[in-house]
């Protein structure tokens, strides 16, 4: 089955302590993003990936790092979480031709104490 | 990309048409309109997308008016599960970050 697949889905931390939220999709996608969801805010892009070691910024990147070392994984690395990244967050992937159909994981909620 | 506006909520009884309007007057020859819709709390879902044709899948039918100004979702029997945020999105076909910009989309509640 064609999937984005987000770990862990629920994380509870402190302020301060490095982590990471994987993504892996199995669709052989070259584009890959994440987005946060905020009330009141709607999805804001973070980051994005246009290929293997390809990154840039999206929207709303500070106090985040990601890498792209293999197509299919597209981790989202906190080195430092404060309370106000305290949100859900989204990985999505979408193949070449279809740019604006892409594949959305199942979300990642994250409360920073 | 070309800004949407869309009604805050509707409802809608079970076993009807849904139909929900999206205006984007300001959308140019080559945007695209696409639908998603999330259901609470979950990833969005892609439903459909068209250009300037009417389009139909599995889910439901885009009808994009002539003059591409406005587009209706119709959802032909929606049951409980269809209940969501549907967000209508114009974006252009190409361009380097592939981001869609979700607004505030349309709360449907089908009623049993």
């Known amino acids: 089955e064609a999937q984005v697949t987000q770990n862990p889905r629920y994380l509870i931390t402190v302020t301060g302590k490095k982590l990471t939220v994987t993504c892996s999709q199995n669709?052989?996608?070259?584009?890959m993003s994440w987005y946060r969801q905020d009330p009141g805010l709607g999805l804001r892009q973070i980051y994005y990936s246009m290929n293997v070691e390809v990154t840039d910024k999206g929207d709303v990147p500070e106090g985040y790092k990601v890498s792209r070392k293999e197509k299919r994984n597209f981790p989202l690395i906190l080195e430092s979480p404060s309370p106000n990244q305290t949100s859900l967050y989204f990985c999505a992937s979408s193949g070449g031709s279809g740019r604006g159909v892409q594949n959305f994981g199942a979300g990642t909620r994250l409360s920073v104490l | 990309d070309a800004k949407t506006t869309q009604p805050t909520s509707m409802d809608c009884a079970e076993g009807r048409a849904a139909n929900l309007p999206c205006n984007h007057s300001?959308?140019?020859?080559?945007?695209?309109v696409y639908w998603y819709r999330q259901i609470h709390s979950q990833g969005p879902q892609y439903i459909i997308h068209?250009?300037?044709n009417n389009e139909t899948n599995e889910m439901a039918s885009l009808i994009i008016t002539e003059d591409r100004k406005s587009s209706t979702l119709i959802l032909p029997h929606a049951t409980l599960r269809d209940t969501a945020v549907y967000y209508c999105?114009?974006?252009?076909?190409?361009?380097?970050?592939?981001?869609?910009?979700f607004g505030k989309g349309t709360l449907l509640t089908v009623n049993p």
């Open positions: 669709m052989n996608h070259e584009y």
């Open positions: 068209g250009l300037k």
């Open positions: 999105i114009v974006r252009r076909s190409g361009g380097s970050n592939y981001k869609l910009t």
């Open positions: 300001t959308i140019s020859g080559n945007e695209y």
